[in-house]
């Protein structure tokens, strides 16, 4: 970790932080309370590690009013103190800078509009039309094909696939493997065999976006899947063709979402859900892990439908009876 | 989207639809019923979308006998509109060409044997023994290992990676980041530690097949994994060792096939499907998405297991009730 | 497959195994009971596939004293027939061998330090820092971050991505695609949007770790996430960042484990399980597969919640059912 080091001062003032301890005292990085050290500074987000309080060794600790008295270390108090601690942590630790400029090892076409302040790694290929904006970091192995676009100050990490004419706006984060610009699930019956729906449409993916490993987005069967400003998607997505994803949402790990489906804004949708295609969901549903949505939810709220795991054998007991609610009884 | 210009009379003619309006009108595009301008043709395939049929500003729409008198547009009709839109579009829309031939910057062994139509882009590593057919696009960024073989006219997009001695049929399509020929999972117990056991089988890819991006596809322990003819695999699907897939089967995002897992010819799988191994799977079954297929599938049909979500009091109750089918209970 | 021939006599020798028939005899490959010549060994270790012992044209079948007397073909007994055939399969076909070197088609920086017996493969990426042990192998396409370290004897296949300061251990085989390190999905509520939480830990893999194709690994967002000597990984696994992952522990494919969940020793996890965050999973536990854990499980034992597929109508019915049992009702 690169660090720089802040007075306790210096961070409440930037920040809007309360602080009760001395504010000459110096930090250089962040640690987990159970683990820190003089020079570091913790948070307290999830009451779940509220017993470390009393024994940390950090420095300072970022936390809310009701925490603070129970607190051996200096404390920086907000109503929010993940997000302070977010800031902080982006302050101390601002990441690798990077040289612009294009890697003799990567190949750029002629056509290509790459900012100058932009830098391209090893291994790339950068095709015809493609425009890549200021401050855009390109990893080494991306390929970025005819005519995307990437916006200013957008980074993506190693071996991303940015599809033909796939446009990612800007201060967008897509991570190593991921997919953008795939074709789409669309094939028409003739007799017994699949014949290819060409897929025609684009990827259009807004501003302030970030996209896990490995996850993957199809490009619309004609008209555009679209992801708009905000949105957070973790690793192992999937989001099928015509699919758009409303500004703010937030998806977790191994989410499919079906062609055609349109999530609203400021979601919040667990990991491994499946959404079926052609659907219409409503601004602030939350959805819990391990849930299948198969109609369209028109109010927010939340929705679940995962079962939680049981010991084999009185698992098996419920499948059993479960089965008999299914078979047809003149009873019911 | 490149795009060639025919008029609806030379559509009707080529493909053998029924015409209902100038023969002479030109349609150079595809969209979307309620996007279409001037010179697009568009089609109705899913009723959901008929409310569009009467305002659309499409020159032409493809569609069924019985939706063909609502529509304000000149009308192509066909008993099956999204297969002949299928062929339309791929006729306005027929992709970019590629030139032939190996770019600087791939690495093709001496000894891999590649026809003199195919093209082999940027970054690709080709290995000893590889033989690649005629009129194969491989894509920036693919590795292709050791006595692998890629049928005439297949085309893999970015960063696919074919294992060693993989066959790939003619026609297919493979989308970025799709490995063919990881290893399976085979690991024998040795007192607490996993002993690996080598897998040492291949995997065999008919014709016309088309593997989603990201999809894996494991080799078999001994004999082969093999993917038949005409099968279509979405995005993100796990094929395990000495899975069989019959042809013209398709499955969507997200499935996962255990081991050994044989599935028939013409089923349709849903996404998010679990396959559990040594299953034997008939021909025509289709499975809707998110259930668990833990028992073999004798008979054709449709089966199910997936709960649809419920507002997260309710489903809380029913998980408690639930439970209490599962405890022993004298009375039952 | 690459193979050495055998003779049955050396092979009972060399792993202590029980022989009946002629240790003249020589084998030099393995195979399938129902597929074995007239050379091949082959094995039985699951009852399921018993009924091929009385016909195999094998030259000789590992197997246990019970199966033995049925067998056709000279025997080789032992109590762990499997783990008897993965040595001898081994034994028979050692894989290719690697010529150390880096090619001249990759990219390394002039501060990594790569061994002079490992062999880097063309188009990979190794960055400043970098430290690659004795006999590694980093197939092609590979990418492998600042920092980062590699033991020795352990291969990566292709296309494979090492985060910044990730560590992996001796003798660990990596599939290609697998992300390791990608940053972990934490953000924080600012109003509406969500702000980016610096993800600064590292990823720790023990030594004998097997990692499948398109896994990933997110790394600690403070602290590391690690996974223990001899942990089993499939493929399309995501580990959430700070899990951890207990010695000799298999996980099979897409399978998700949602962040700082710590799973322990020995347990065996089915495919497409689902872990929520923040849970501890005592040693011993065996999940089956398809099956969510939302909650800490303290016993070793068997847990399920996978319900298995039904006919679509008469699932219908259950699910009607279930419904009711979630509505408020004073009776119960």
Redesign the interface.
């Known amino acids: ?1 690169q660090t720089d080091e802040h007075s306790l001062g210096e961070l409440a003032v930037r920040f809007g932080l309360c602080l009760r301890g001395d504010p000459g005292l110096r930090v250089s990085r ?3 309370l159970p ?1 820190a050290a003089a020079g570091a500074i913790s948070f307290l987000a ?1 009451s ?1 590690y509220r017993r470390h309080l009393g024994t940390t060794s950090a420095t300072a600790v970022v936390l809310s009013e009701a925490d603070a008295p129970h607190c051996a270390a200096a404390v920086l108090i907000d109503s ?1 103190p ?2 302070a ?3 902080i ?2 302050l101390l ?1 601002p ?2 800078a990077f040289e612009p400029g294009v ?1 003799a ?1 990567a ?1 750029v076409a002629a056509g290509a509009r790459v900012s100058s302040s932009a830098a391209i ?5 950068i ?1 015809e039309g493609v425009e890549i904006g200021a401050r855009v970091s390109v ?3 991306c ?1 970025i ?2 005519g995307a676009r990437i916006g200013d100050d957008s980074r993506l ?3 991303v ?1 940015v ?2 004419g796939v446009r990612i706006g800007a201060r967008c ?1 897509v ?3 991921a ?1 953008l610009g ?2 789409g ?6 007799g ?7 897929q ?1 449409g684009g990827v259009c993916i807004g501003d ?1 976006v ?1 996209i ?3 996850t ?1 987005i ?1 490009r619309g069967s ?2 555009d899947t679209v992801i708009e400003n ?1 949105v ?1 998607l ?3 997505i ?1 989001v ?1 063709h015509n699919v758009s994803i409303g ?2 949402t ?1 998806i ?3 989410t ?1 979402i ?1 062609g055609s489906t349109s999530i609203g ?2 979601c919040m949708i667990g ?2 859900v ?1 959404f ?1 295609g ?1 659907l219409s969901i409503a601004d602030d549903v ?10 369209s ?1 028109r109010e927010s ?12 054998p ?6 059993a ?3 008999r ?4 009884d003149p009873r ?1």
């Open positions: 970790m962040v640690a987990t683990n999830n779940r929010n993940y997000l601690y977010a800031r942590a982006a630790h990441g690798p890697h090892a190949v790694a090893a291994q790339c290929v095709e990893g080494p192995g390929v094909q005819r990490l190693a071996r696939t599809g033909a984060i991570h190593s493997g997919v795939s074709d699930f669309g094939f028409a019956r003739d017994e065999a699949w014949i290819k729906v060409p025609l302030d970030e896990g490993a490995n993957t199809d004609i008209d905000g957070k973790d690793n192992q999937q099928g500004e703010h937030a977790a790990a191994c499919g079906s804004r400021r990991g491994m499946g079926a052609h939350a959805v819990t892990g391990f849930t299948l949505v198969s109609a939810i709220g939340s929705y679940s439908a995962g079962i939680p795991a049981t010991p084999t009185e698992w098996r007991r419920t499948v009876r479960l089965r609610l299914g078979r047809r019911s």
